[in-house]
């Protein structure tokens, strides 16, 4: 039976289910949940002895398969886990039969320590740790960025290993042009002048996370980074896209357009995003001239997603950003986009 407290479990079945697949586990079992919104869920297991585990699986009104595909998200933990120095969560179980809890989920190791998603959670920081912090953002990246995927099992991720940004461009327009509620000629235009002048990859491709930054990673006590979390957009593609995306997350104190309004790097403590690249670039050796225009991309794009969650909001949809004002998420938008504009205009 699907828990009320806890949407998305059958506690009974796991009560039975988790010790038979997870070695050293004992029932009863407490289940909590610790994230959830738009992404897939995780919930904290704790067994008899106090044990703790971490438990993943898509969210209850999942419609995007491809989004909260929990096989491929495995595949992905277990291949960086066993074959990689990636810090990830140890793959402990993985479950393909949604007549359990209502859907495929899989099992990892709880990684307790500090995450990062405002300026508060740094406070406590001292001047080395701020670096030590910066410095395991990059060096962990770029680690994963050089991965053989072939060698470690991941080789067939993607379809496609070339053309990351192009398709991306076409995927994004579509979406706005499939949900579109209302006429936003910057877009349009930044698309234009994005489409008509992709750069050329500088690189050969490798795993890219998808939406890397402080806030998908726990720190240690050293403040070095020991696992990276939500695995779940990762592909094969160009990591200096990957990369730039990461970067709109490190905002500056005095940004104008802030990719989220409380960002951890807000801490003036932090190194600013131009000492962040710089150590990129020395740490990975890739050429990273393409990163102006991928700058702007990654702003267009956010653009598209938070004018899709102002599409969704209109039309009765709610939850993550969806769930303040309408004529706040448009002008939010709005930004982003004018922004991308801007960014490019400066290159």
Not at 108 to 116: A, E, S
Not at 218 to 233: F, N
């Amino acid at each position: 039976m699907v828990s009320d407290v806890n949407p998305g479990l059958d506690e009974a079945a796991l009560h039975d289910w988790l010790p038979a697949h997870v070695d050293g586990l004992r029932a009863p079992f407490e289940f909590s949940l610790i994230a959830a919104g738009g992404s897939n869920l995780t919930y904290r297991v704790t067994d008899a002895a106090g044990t703790l585990v971490a438990l993943r699986r898509p969210p209850v009104a999942a419609v995007l398969a491809t989004a909260h595909d929990m096989d491929r998200e495995w595949r992905i933990i277990r291949a960086l886990y066993e074959h990689s120095d990636v810090p990830v969560p140890a793959a402990l179980a993985h479950c393909d039969d949604p007549g359990v809890t209502g859907a495929p989920f899989y099992v990892m190791g709880f990684v307790d320590g500090r995450i990062l998603r405002t300026p508060d959670d740094s406070a406590d920081f001292s001047p080395a740790q701020y670096v030590a912090a910066t410095e395991s953002l990059v060096d962990v990246q770029a680690t994963f960025h050089a991965l053989d995927v072939d060698a470690i099992g991941l080789g067939d991720l993607a379809r496609t290993r070339t053309g990351y940004v192009a398709r991306q461009l076409k995927r994004w327009m579509t979406q706005v042009e499939a949900g579109r509620v209302r006429d936003l000629p910057v877009l349009d235009e930044v698309h234009a002048e994005l489409a008509a002048s992709v750069p050329p990859e500088t690189g050969p491709p490798g795993l890219v996370h998808g939406d890397y930054r402080f806030d998908n990673t726990v720190l240690g006590p050293s403040r070095r980074i020991i696992a990276v979390l939500d695995w779940e957009l990762a592909t094969i593609g160009d990591p200096v896209a990957d990369f730039a995306w990461s970067c709109c997350y490190w905002n500056d104190p005095g940004d104008p357009v802030p990719f989220i309004d409380r960002s951890p790097t807000f801490d003036p403590g932090f190194p600013r995003r131009a000492e962040a690249v710089e150590m990129y670039a020395e740490q990975s050796g890739r050429d990273l001239s393409a990163f102006p225009w991928l700058h702007a991309f990654s702003y267009w794009k956010m653009g598209c997603i938070v004018e899709g969650v102002y599409a969704r909001r209109l039309k009765g949809a709610s939850g993550g950003m969806g769930a303040g004002d309408p004529d706040g998420i448009a002008r939010r938008a709005e930004g982003f986009l004018h922004h991308a504009a801007a960014l490019l205009r400066a290159r």
